[in-house]
Protein backbone atom coordinates (compact mmCIF):
# COMPACT_ATOMS: atom_id res chain seq x y z
CA UNK A 1 0.00 0.00 0.00
CA UNK A 2 1.35 3.43 -0.90
CA UNK A 3 1.11 5.20 2.43
CA UNK A 4 1.67 8.60 0.78
CA UNK A 5 5.35 9.87 1.69
CA UNK A 6 7.03 11.87 0.51
CA UNK A 7 10.20 10.74 -1.49
CA UNK A 8 13.12 12.34 0.18
CA UNK A 9 15.82 11.65 -2.70
CA UNK A 10 16.09 12.36 -5.77
CA UNK A 11 16.13 10.17 -9.03
CA UNK A 12 19.63 9.76 -8.78
CA UNK A 13 18.98 8.64 -4.76
CA UNK A 14 20.73 11.41 -3.33
CA UNK A 15 19.87 12.55 -0.15
CA UNK A 16 20.27 16.86 0.28
CA UNK A 17 19.25 19.06 3.13
CA UNK A 18 17.00 22.38 3.42
CA UNK A 19 19.72 24.72 2.40
CA UNK A 20 21.53 22.37 -0.56
CA UNK A 21 24.77 22.11 1.47
CA UNK A 22 24.99 18.79 2.40
CA UNK A 23 24.86 15.73 0.04
CA UNK A 24 23.99 12.00 0.42
CA UNK A 25 24.34 9.09 -1.54
CA UNK A 26 22.17 6.18 1.05
CA UNK A 27 22.24 2.95 0.10
CA UNK A 28 18.61 2.65 0.99
CA UNK A 29 16.01 4.98 2.31
CA UNK A 30 13.59 3.44 4.12
CA UNK A 31 10.23 4.54 5.46
CA UNK A 32 8.79 2.57 8.40
CA UNK A 33 5.08 2.46 9.20
CA UNK A 34 5.19 1.62 12.69
CA UNK A 35 7.31 1.50 15.39
CA UNK A 36 7.51 -2.93 15.15
CA UNK A 37 8.81 -2.45 11.54
CA UNK A 38 11.91 0.23 13.05
CA UNK A 39 12.51 -1.86 15.45
CA UNK A 40 13.28 -5.02 12.58
CA UNK A 41 14.80 -2.74 10.46
CA UNK A 42 17.12 -1.45 13.09
CA UNK A 43 17.93 -4.56 14.68
CA UNK A 44 18.50 -6.45 11.11
CA UNK A 45 20.83 -3.94 9.15
CA UNK A 46 24.45 -4.32 9.39
CA UNK A 47 24.68 -1.09 8.13
CA UNK A 48 25.28 2.46 9.98
CA UNK A 49 22.23 3.85 10.22
CA UNK A 50 20.77 7.46 10.66
CA UNK A 51 17.52 8.68 10.84
CA UNK A 52 16.77 12.17 9.17
CA UNK A 53 13.08 14.19 9.98
CA UNK A 54 12.57 16.91 7.61
CA UNK A 55 16.59 17.91 6.86
CA UNK A 56 16.56 21.68 8.55
CA UNK A 57 19.96 20.91 9.61
CA UNK A 58 22.56 22.68 7.96
CA UNK A 59 25.68 20.15 9.68
CA UNK A 60 26.03 16.77 7.87
CA UNK A 61 24.06 15.03 11.02
CA UNK A 62 21.66 12.93 8.55
CA UNK A 63 23.97 12.40 5.80
CA UNK A 64 24.64 8.52 5.37
CA UNK A 65 26.31 5.86 2.87
CA UNK A 66 24.30 3.79 5.01
CA UNK A 67 20.73 3.12 5.66
CA UNK A 68 18.74 6.73 5.69
CA UNK A 69 15.47 6.17 8.00
CA UNK A 70 12.76 8.62 7.43
CA UNK A 71 9.83 8.76 10.39
CA UNK A 72 6.97 10.37 8.00
CA UNK A 73 4.89 7.41 8.32
CA UNK A 74 5.44 7.29 12.07
CA UNK A 75 3.24 10.40 13.08
CA UNK A 76 0.35 11.82 14.85
CA UNK A 77 -0.37 11.98 18.43
CA UNK A 78 -0.95 8.78 20.49
CA UNK A 79 -2.69 10.17 23.52
CA UNK A 80 -3.31 13.36 24.88
CA UNK A 81 -3.90 13.61 28.74
CA UNK A 82 -6.14 17.01 29.71
CA UNK A 83 -4.86 16.71 33.09
CA UNK A 84 -1.35 16.15 33.08
CA UNK A 85 -1.63 18.63 29.73
CA UNK A 86 0.42 16.38 27.98
CA UNK A 87 0.60 14.76 24.42
CA UNK A 88 2.59 11.74 23.53
CA UNK A 89 3.55 12.15 19.57
CA UNK A 90 5.06 10.08 17.10
CA UNK A 91 8.49 11.22 16.37
CA UNK A 92 8.09 11.76 12.62
CA UNK A 93 5.01 14.32 13.19
CA UNK A 94 5.95 17.63 12.06
CA UNK A 95 5.05 20.22 14.30
CA UNK A 96 3.13 22.28 11.98
CA UNK A 97 0.67 19.19 11.92
CA UNK A 98 0.33 19.61 16.05
CA UNK A 99 -1.38 22.56 16.35
CA UNK A 100 -4.78 22.01 15.47
CA UNK A 101 -5.48 19.14 17.32
CA UNK A 102 -3.83 20.08 20.45
CA UNK A 103 -5.94 23.12 20.53
CA UNK A 104 -9.10 21.06 20.37
CA UNK A 105 -8.04 19.68 23.35
CA UNK A 106 -7.38 23.14 24.92
CA UNK A 107 -3.52 23.20 24.52
CA UNK A 108 -0.50 23.88 22.98
CA UNK A 109 3.28 23.92 23.07
CA UNK A 110 4.72 25.64 25.87
CA UNK A 111 7.27 27.38 23.22
CA UNK A 112 8.12 27.15 19.11
CA UNK A 113 10.66 28.09 16.86
CA UNK A 114 11.00 30.34 13.48
CA UNK A 115 9.08 27.43 11.89
CA UNK A 116 6.91 24.75 11.99
CA UNK A 117 8.03 22.39 9.30
CA UNK A 118 10.75 20.09 11.44
CA UNK A 119 9.71 16.72 12.38
CA UNK A 120 9.42 16.50 16.74
CA UNK A 121 12.31 13.60 17.18
CA UNK A 122 14.18 16.40 14.48
CA UNK A 123 13.57 19.26 16.28
CA UNK A 124 13.99 17.82 19.76
CA UNK A 125 17.51 16.07 18.87
CA UNK A 126 19.19 19.10 18.35
CA UNK A 127 17.83 21.52 21.08
CA UNK A 128 15.49 23.57 19.15
CA UNK A 129 14.39 26.41 21.02
CA UNK A 130 12.33 29.52 19.96
CA UNK A 131 12.91 32.91 22.28
CA UNK A 132 11.89 33.78 26.24
CA UNK A 133 14.07 34.61 28.72
CA UNK A 134 11.83 31.93 30.97
CA UNK A 135 11.39 29.22 28.48
CA UNK A 136 13.93 26.50 27.78
CA UNK A 137 14.48 24.77 24.32
CA UNK A 138 11.90 22.32 22.75
CA UNK A 139 13.62 19.35 24.46
CA UNK A 140 12.96 20.74 27.33
CA UNK A 141 9.65 20.16 27.49
CA UNK A 142 10.17 16.27 26.66
CA UNK A 143 9.02 14.21 29.57
CA UNK A 144 9.54 11.06 28.47
CA UNK A 145 10.80 9.43 24.82
CA UNK A 146 10.82 6.07 23.66
CA UNK A 147 14.06 4.99 21.20
CA UNK A 148 14.86 2.11 18.91
CA UNK A 149 17.95 0.75 19.93
CA UNK A 150 20.49 -0.85 18.11
CA UNK A 151 19.58 -4.27 19.23
CA UNK A 152 16.01 -3.01 18.11
CA UNK A 153 14.98 -3.03 21.87
CA UNK A 154 12.98 0.01 22.71
CA UNK A 155 14.23 1.87 25.27
CA UNK A 156 11.48 4.20 27.71
CA UNK A 157 13.07 6.79 29.35
CA UNK A 158 11.54 9.61 31.62
CA UNK A 159 12.85 11.52 34.82
CA UNK A 160 11.91 8.56 36.63
CA UNK A 161 12.86 5.41 34.38
CA UNK A 162 16.98 5.71 33.59
CA UNK A 163 17.20 9.01 34.15
CA UNK A 164 20.53 9.83 33.21
CA UNK A 165 19.95 8.44 29.83
CA UNK A 166 17.18 10.79 29.86
CA UNK A 167 18.81 13.63 30.77
CA UNK A 168 21.17 12.88 27.84
CA UNK A 169 18.84 11.53 25.26
CA UNK A 170 16.73 14.79 24.86
CA UNK A 171 19.45 16.38 23.01
CA UNK A 172 21.36 13.85 21.20
CA UNK A 173 21.44 13.99 17.49
CA UNK A 174 20.14 10.71 16.55
CA UNK A 175 23.38 8.79 18.57
CA UNK A 176 21.45 6.47 20.46
CA UNK A 177 19.18 5.28 18.39
CA UNK A 178 16.00 6.18 16.38
CA UNK A 179 13.30 8.36 19.03
CA UNK A 180 10.02 6.41 17.92
CA UNK A 181 7.62 8.57 20.70
CA UNK A 182 8.30 11.45 22.96
CA UNK A 183 5.57 12.66 25.36
CA UNK A 184 5.52 16.56 25.33
CA UNK A 185 4.27 18.63 28.29
CA UNK A 186 2.04 21.77 27.39
CA UNK A 187 0.18 23.92 28.51
CA UNK A 188 -3.37 25.65 28.11
CA UNK A 189 -4.40 26.98 24.41
CA UNK A 190 -3.41 30.11 24.27
CA UNK A 191 -3.68 33.52 22.20
CA UNK A 192 -0.49 35.78 21.36
CA UNK A 193 -0.55 39.27 20.11
CA UNK A 194 2.70 39.94 17.64
CA UNK A 195 3.92 43.11 17.26
CA UNK A 196 7.02 44.32 15.10
CA UNK A 197 8.82 47.58 14.85
CA UNK A 198 12.07 48.97 14.13
CA UNK A 199 14.52 51.07 15.93
CA UNK A 200 17.67 52.41 15.60
CA UNK A 201 20.32 49.87 16.49
CA UNK A 202 20.81 51.75 20.07
CA UNK A 203 17.31 49.99 21.14
CA UNK A 204 19.77 46.42 20.96
CA UNK A 205 21.28 47.74 24.18
CA UNK A 206 18.37 47.24 26.28
CA UNK A 207 17.53 43.86 24.81
CA UNK A 208 17.77 41.82 28.03
CA UNK A 209 15.76 44.25 29.87
CA UNK A 210 12.96 44.50 27.65
CA UNK A 211 12.58 40.73 26.90
CA UNK A 212 11.89 40.46 30.94
CA UNK A 213 9.14 42.21 30.26
CA UNK A 214 7.54 40.57 27.30
CA UNK A 215 7.15 36.31 27.33
CA UNK A 216 8.89 35.99 23.50
CA UNK A 217 10.73 39.03 22.29
CA UNK A 218 13.60 38.91 19.97
CA UNK A 219 15.36 41.21 17.15
CA UNK A 220 16.77 40.93 13.33
CA UNK A 221 19.93 43.22 13.03
CA UNK A 222 20.14 44.11 9.05
CA UNK A 223 23.43 44.71 8.39
CA UNK A 224 22.24 46.39 5.26
CA UNK A 225 20.54 49.28 7.15
CA UNK A 226 21.95 49.21 10.49
CA UNK A 227 18.64 49.24 12.23
CA UNK A 228 17.20 46.54 14.35
CA UNK A 229 13.27 45.10 14.16
CA UNK A 230 11.92 43.77 17.16
CA UNK A 231 9.09 41.19 17.61
CA UNK A 232 7.46 41.02 20.66
CA UNK A 233 4.75 37.80 21.04
CA UNK A 234 2.46 38.08 24.16
CA UNK A 235 -0.76 36.24 25.73
CA UNK A 236 -3.41 37.68 24.93
CA UNK A 237 -7.82 37.04 25.53
CA UNK A 238 -8.39 39.29 22.56
CA UNK A 239 -9.71 37.53 19.44
CA UNK A 240 -8.11 37.03 16.73
CA UNK A 241 -7.96 39.10 14.31
CA UNK A 242 -5.50 40.91 11.90
CA UNK A 243 -5.28 44.55 13.43
CA UNK A 244 -5.06 47.42 11.09
CA UNK A 245 -1.48 46.83 9.91
CA UNK A 246 -1.59 43.42 9.02
CA UNK A 247 2.24 42.79 8.41
CA UNK A 248 3.43 44.50 11.73
CA UNK A 249 0.14 42.97 14.34
CA UNK A 250 -1.82 40.45 14.61
CA UNK A 251 -3.39 38.56 17.47
CA UNK A 252 -4.15 34.50 16.68
CA UNK A 253 -3.73 30.98 18.40
CA UNK A 254 -0.14 30.24 19.57
CA UNK A 255 0.65 27.39 16.96
CA UNK A 256 -0.40 29.94 13.99
CA UNK A 257 1.62 32.89 15.76
CA UNK A 258 4.94 31.27 16.43
CA UNK A 259 6.20 30.06 12.31
CA UNK A 260 7.30 32.41 10.13
CA UNK A 261 7.83 31.50 6.37
CA UNK A 262 11.27 30.67 5.48
CA UNK A 263 11.12 29.93 1.71
CA UNK A 264 14.52 30.98 0.11
CA UNK A 265 17.39 28.83 1.00
CA UNK A 266 20.09 29.94 3.52
CA UNK A 267 22.95 28.23 5.81
CA UNK A 268 23.51 29.48 9.44
CA UNK A 269 25.79 29.72 11.86
CA UNK A 270 23.86 29.89 15.57
CA UNK A 271 25.64 30.09 19.03
CA UNK A 272 24.50 30.60 22.58
CA UNK A 273 26.90 32.92 25.03
CA UNK A 274 25.69 33.67 28.58
CA UNK A 275 22.69 35.78 28.57
CA UNK A 276 24.36 38.58 30.81
CA UNK A 277 27.03 39.18 27.68
CA UNK A 278 24.72 38.84 24.40
CA UNK A 279 24.81 41.95 24.16
CA UNK A 280 28.03 42.98 24.13
CA UNK A 281 28.63 39.90 21.40
CA UNK A 282 25.97 40.83 19.50
CA UNK A 283 28.10 44.52 19.22
CA UNK A 284 31.17 42.86 18.22
CA UNK A 285 29.48 40.68 16.06
CA UNK A 286 28.14 43.49 14.02
CA UNK A 287 31.34 45.49 14.31
CA UNK A 288 33.37 42.27 12.46
CA UNK A 289 30.54 42.40 9.80
CA UNK A 290 30.44 46.13 9.83
CA UNK A 291 34.66 46.20 8.93
CA UNK A 292 34.33 42.91 6.79
CA UNK A 293 31.35 41.11 5.64
CA UNK A 294 29.76 44.60 4.32
CA UNK A 295 28.20 42.29 1.72
CA UNK A 296 26.22 40.76 3.67
CA UNK A 297 22.08 41.34 3.38
CA UNK A 298 20.66 38.21 5.42
CA UNK A 299 19.77 39.51 9.16
CA UNK A 300 21.37 38.45 12.33
CA UNK A 301 18.85 37.06 15.01
CA UNK A 302 19.13 37.29 18.46
CA UNK A 303 16.89 35.46 21.14
CA UNK A 304 17.06 34.38 24.52
CA UNK A 305 16.70 30.64 25.67
CA UNK A 306 16.42 29.84 29.49
CA UNK A 307 19.08 27.58 31.05
CA UNK A 308 18.66 23.92 31.44
CA UNK A 309 20.11 20.40 32.55
CA UNK A 310 20.30 18.73 29.43
CA UNK A 311 23.85 17.26 28.94
CA UNK A 312 24.37 18.73 25.36
CA UNK A 313 22.23 21.81 25.23
CA UNK A 314 23.99 24.54 24.34
CA UNK A 315 21.66 26.53 27.32
CA UNK A 316 23.39 23.65 29.66
CA UNK A 317 22.90 25.59 33.28
CA UNK A 318 23.50 28.69 31.86
CA UNK A 319 20.84 31.26 30.44
CA UNK A 320 21.69 32.39 27.50
CA UNK A 321 21.29 34.56 24.45
CA UNK A 322 22.11 32.85 20.51
CA UNK A 323 22.91 34.78 18.00
CA UNK A 324 22.53 33.75 14.30
CA UNK A 325 24.40 34.77 11.12
CA UNK A 326 22.78 34.21 7.85
CA UNK A 327 23.72 34.02 4.42
CA UNK A 328 22.05 33.05 1.04
CA UNK A 329 22.65 28.87 0.10
CA UNK A 330 23.99 30.32 -3.10
CA UNK A 331 26.41 32.75 -1.36
CA UNK A 332 29.87 32.04 0.17
CA UNK A 333 29.65 31.96 3.68
CA UNK A 334 32.40 30.20 5.04
CA UNK A 335 34.57 33.65 5.70
CA UNK A 336 31.63 35.09 7.45
CA UNK A 337 30.77 32.17 9.13
CA UNK A 338 34.58 31.50 10.69
CA UNK A 339 35.17 35.12 11.26
CA UNK A 340 31.49 35.21 13.57
CA UNK A 341 32.86 31.58 15.63
CA UNK A 342 35.95 33.10 16.41
CA UNK A 343 34.26 36.11 17.83
CA UNK A 344 31.71 33.84 19.58
CA UNK A 345 34.95 31.75 20.75
CA UNK A 346 35.55 34.43 23.09
CA UNK A 347 31.92 34.57 24.43
CA UNK A 348 32.40 30.67 25.24
CA UNK A 349 29.85 30.13 22.53
CA UNK A 350 27.81 26.86 22.17
CA UNK A 351 27.29 26.08 18.50
CA UNK A 352 23.33 25.04 17.40
CA UNK A 353 23.95 21.06 16.66
CA UNK A 354 21.76 21.45 13.44
CA UNK A 355 23.41 24.66 12.36
CA UNK A 356 26.60 25.17 10.72
CA UNK A 357 29.99 25.15 12.89
CA UNK A 358 33.17 23.66 12.84
CA UNK A 359 34.02 22.85 16.20
CA UNK A 360 35.39 19.36 17.06
CA UNK A 361 35.03 17.07 20.03
CA UNK A 362 38.17 18.20 21.96
CA UNK A 363 36.91 22.38 21.65
CA UNK A 364 33.27 21.26 22.49
CA UNK A 365 34.96 19.12 25.64
CA UNK A 366 35.56 22.40 27.00
CA UNK A 367 32.24 24.13 26.69
CA UNK A 368 30.08 20.87 27.53
CA UNK A 369 30.68 20.11 31.44
CA UNK A 370 28.60 16.93 31.10
CA UNK A 371 30.61 15.59 27.67
CA UNK A 372 32.00 12.36 28.89
CA UNK A 373 28.50 11.60 30.30
CA UNK A 374 27.02 11.59 27.11
CA UNK A 375 29.93 9.88 25.57
CA UNK A 376 29.71 7.21 28.30
CA UNK A 377 26.28 6.77 27.92
CA UNK A 378 26.38 6.80 24.12
CA UNK A 379 28.62 4.02 24.38
CA UNK A 380 26.70 2.09 26.54
CA UNK A 381 23.37 2.14 23.95
CA UNK A 382 25.13 2.26 21.00
CA UNK A 383 28.63 0.02 21.19
CA UNK A 384 29.20 -0.67 18.07
CA UNK A 385 28.74 2.87 16.31
CA UNK A 386 25.75 1.72 14.70
CA UNK A 387 23.63 5.10 14.69
CA UNK A 388 27.78 7.16 13.58
CA UNK A 389 28.46 8.84 10.65
CA UNK A 390 32.06 10.40 9.54
CA UNK A 391 29.96 13.57 11.06
CA UNK A 392 29.54 12.39 13.78
CA UNK A 393 32.47 10.90 14.72
CA UNK A 394 34.43 13.81 14.56
CA UNK A 395 31.85 15.55 16.46
CA UNK A 396 32.29 13.28 19.34
CA UNK A 397 35.60 11.84 19.05
CA UNK A 398 34.44 8.78 19.16
C1 LIG B 1 14.30 27.62 7.87
C2 LIG B 1 14.85 27.11 9.18
C3 LIG B 1 14.41 27.65 10.36
C4 LIG B 1 14.91 27.19 11.58
N1 LIG B 1 14.48 27.79 12.74
C5 LIG B 1 15.01 27.39 13.92
C6 LIG B 1 14.61 28.01 15.14
O1 LIG B 1 13.80 28.93 15.17
N2 LIG B 1 15.18 27.57 16.28
C7 LIG B 1 16.12 26.57 16.31
O2 LIG B 1 16.62 26.23 17.38
N3 LIG B 1 16.48 25.95 15.16
C8 LIG B 1 15.95 26.33 13.99
N4 LIG B 1 16.33 25.70 12.83
C9 LIG B 1 17.15 24.50 12.94
C10 LIG B 1 16.24 23.25 13.00
O3 LIG B 1 15.18 23.43 13.89
C11 LIG B 1 17.04 22.03 13.47
O4 LIG B 1 18.11 21.82 12.62
C12 LIG B 1 16.15 20.78 13.57
O5 LIG B 1 16.93 19.73 14.09
C13 LIG B 1 15.58 20.37 12.23
O6 LIG B 1 14.58 19.40 12.40
P1 LIG B 1 14.43 18.28 11.30
O7 LIG B 1 13.19 17.53 11.57
O8 LIG B 1 14.61 18.87 9.97
O9 LIG B 1 15.69 17.36 11.69
P2 LIG B 1 16.87 16.85 10.72
O10 LIG B 1 17.66 18.02 10.28
O11 LIG B 1 16.31 15.95 9.71
O12 LIG B 1 17.71 16.01 11.79
C14 LIG B 1 18.34 16.69 12.86
C15 LIG B 1 18.96 15.67 13.80
O13 LIG B 1 17.92 14.92 14.41
C16 LIG B 1 18.14 13.55 14.20
N5 LIG B 1 16.85 12.89 14.07
C17 LIG B 1 15.85 13.17 13.22
N6 LIG B 1 14.82 12.34 13.44
C18 LIG B 1 15.18 11.52 14.46
C19 LIG B 1 14.58 10.45 15.14
N7 LIG B 1 13.33 10.04 14.85
N8 LIG B 1 15.25 9.85 16.12
C20 LIG B 1 16.51 10.24 16.47
N9 LIG B 1 17.14 11.24 15.85
C21 LIG B 1 16.47 11.88 14.87
C22 LIG B 1 18.97 13.45 12.93
O14 LIG B 1 19.69 12.25 12.89
C23 LIG B 1 19.86 14.66 13.12
O15 LIG B 1 20.91 14.33 13.98
C24 LIG B 1 15.86 26.14 11.60
C25 LIG B 1 16.31 25.60 10.39
C26 LIG B 1 15.82 26.08 9.19
C27 LIG B 1 16.35 25.51 7.91
Known sequence: MDSGHRNIVDRHGTWSNFSG??????????????????????RDTRENVRAVGTGHSCTPLCATDGLLVCLDDIAG????????????????????DLGPTLRDAGLATINQGDVDVQSIAGAVSTGTHGTGPSLGSMSTAVRSMRIV????????????VEPEIFKA??????AFGVISEVELQLVPAYRLHQREWK????????????????????FFWSPARDVVYLKSLNPTDDEPSDLPDQKRELIGHSA?????IREDPFNELEFAVPAAKGVECFQEIRKMMRERHEEVFWPVEVRTLAADDIDLSPAFERDSVTLSVHQAADLPSDKLFADAQAVFANYGGRPHWGKFHTLEARELRDLYPNWDNFLKIRSRLDPSGKFANPYLRVLLGA
Open 21 to 42: RVHAQPSRVCYPRSETELQTLV
Open 199 to 218: EGVSGARSFISRSNQNRHLE
Open 149 to 160: LASGDVLECSSD
Open 169 to 174: ARVSLG
Open 77 to 96: IVAISKDKQTATIRGGSKIH
Open 256 to 260: DVFPS
